[in-house]
């Protein structure tokens, strides 16, 4: 990814990209957009705001990146990346689709049922201490000449993420939207494929929990490498991408943090509500119902829930 600059995230390759996501054998979704008002969901602001369920995406949120990548990759490869859960799992998905072999490197705090799911597809699992899964990753490349697949810091991967078109398409010109951000591939497309498309004034906020790598990176204006913990494992990487951020200190307002506590509440209350979201797909959701989004007072604003891969194991340990 060091060769690769912002300039190369252009409208074209992201529609481009969209359209092979659109066409993809892995059955990529156009997810439902539905408002807020249609909801039993608290608000204590008044404003409208539309809710992007993309927690209901097939595998997770991540397959539009994967789709993206495994199109410009050949079939039958020998692929390794790492995940706490989002990526694996459609990564898994999309190596039996294509009949590639594939590792996945997960955090030791990923949830076991995560595991176990990536591995129904086929793929082996490898857990380590967070701190070491770029180690792990190094040794398989070096030893096993596996390919690797970055689950966020890949130009393929961000252009598939531009689900921000999709946004447009049923929000034309939303004032504030608010995605999640954890490695900031999912933040990077959005953002870009918004403001590419001619939003200029809309502003874009990412949310990560307390003691993550986006927030710090935008204050030391680099990508930083980090020791984090968070019940939101997926949105708690070792380090924020060097794509990803690049693209983001040009369009995103803020990088907003939110508490476990806040997440966890976050996860109750949308489940309460019918909407079964995991802790890191909450989390653009608790920024907005803890009122950590400034001015949003009759505005127009868009939340995407971006992952549903949330088992009866984990839900036993949320509020009621």
């Given amino acids: 990814m060091s060769d690769v600059s912002t300039d190369a995230v ?69 692929f390794v990346t790492m995940s706490a859960g989002n990526y694996g799992k459609s990564f898994a998905y999309a190596s039996k689709h294509y009949g590639s072999k594939g590792k996945v490197v997960m955090p030791e705090t990923a949830p076991e049922s995560r595991a176990t799911l990536i591995q129904t597809f086929g793929v082996e699992v490898e857990q380590v201490p967070g701190a070491s899964l770029m180690s792990a990753v190094n040794r398989c490349v070096q030893e096993d000449n596996m390919t690797f697949l970055h689950s966020y810091d890949d130009l393929d991967l961000i252009a598939g993420h531009a689900l921000g078109l999709e946004v ?54 680099k990508p930083v490498w980090m020791d984090t913990h968070s019940i939101a494992s997926g949105l708690a990487p070792p380090s924020a991408g060097r794509l990803p951020f690049e693209l983001c200190r040009l369009y995103v307002e803020q990088i907003v943090l939110v508490s476990d506590d806040e997440i ?57």
């Fill in 10 to 78: 252009t409208l074209e390759l992201l529609r481009e990209a969209r359209e092979t996501v659109r066409n993809s054998p892995l059955g990529v979704l156009n997810t439902p957009m539905i408002p807020w008002c249609q909801t039993t969901l608290p608000l204590s602001v008044s404003c409208n705001i539309h809710i992007k369920l993309e927690n209901m995406q097939k595998t997770s949120f991540k397959i539009r990146g994967v789709a993206n990548q495994f199109s410009r990759r050949p079939s039958g490869g020998h």
């Fill in 168 to 221: 447009l398409e049923a929000v034309p010109d939303p004032d504030v939207v608010v995605v999640c951000c954890g490695g900031g591939g999912l933040l990077a497309g959005v953002a870009a494929a918004v403001k590419l498309s001619g939003c200029d004034t809309t502003r874009i906020y990412g949310v990560e929990p307390d003691g993550c790598t986006m927030y710090q990176s935008f204050i030391e204006k």
């Fill in 264 to 320: 966890r509440a976050a996860v109750s209350a949308l489940y309460r509500a019918g909407l079964v979201v995991e802790p890191s797909g909450s989390a653009a959701f608790a920024a907005l119902v803890s009122d950590k989004i400034p001015d949003l007072e009759g505005k127009t604003a868009v939340c995407v829930l971006s992952g549903g891969n949330v088992g009866k194991d984990e839900l036993a340990n949320f509020p009621d």
